[in-house]
């Protein structure tokens, strides 16, 4: 079975940078893209930004474009998300994700494989 684990979550002050990563173990990545997704206390799970695994195509939600960057390297077999200008509001547990196909990947439910999140926090 394929797992997703993030990394590189922690603390940091606004303004400030984090990478955090996503590596499938067990086996290689087999879903057509990643995900991205963070959720708040009380608030629902949001998209973030999305890969397509093969031809490398990126989309962002606009709350994070320009600020975020997602990344894939096959042959480390883990994705990435840069995180830049950092503020509060961006707090929260971010995961990622696996799914197949190219049709309405900023939906939580195309996704069939999770990670376990990482926590963000982000200080004024």
Same mark, same amino acid.
């Given at each position: 079975q394929v797992q997703l684990v993030e990394s590189g &979550?922690?603390?940091?002050?606004? &303004?400030? $940078? %984090? /990478? %955090?990563s996503c590596a499938a173990s067990g086996r290689t990545f087999s879903g057509d893209a990643m995900g991205w997704f963070r959720q708040a206390p009380g608030?629902? #799970? =949001?998209?973030?930004? #999305?890969?397509?695994w &093969?031809? &490398? #195509?990126?989309?962002?939600?606009d709350s994070v474009k320009g600020r975020f960057t997602i $990344? /894939?390297?096959?042959? =480390?077999n883990t994705g990435y998300l840069q995180m830049n200008s950092l503020k509060? =509001?961006?707090?929260a547990v971010y995961f990622c994700a696996a799914a197949k196909g190219s049709w309405a990947l900023d939906r939580v439910s195309r996704y069939d494989i999770w990670?376990?999140?990482?926590q963000v926090i982000v200080s004024s």
């Open positions: &979550g922690g603390l940091v002050q606004a &303004g400030g $940078s %984090l /990478r %955090l608030k629902d #799970r =949001e998209f973030i930004a #999305r890969i397509y &093969g031809n &490398g #195509r990126t989309y962002y939600a $990344s /894939r390297d096959i042959a =480390e509060p =509001e961006d707090t990670g376990q999140g990482t």
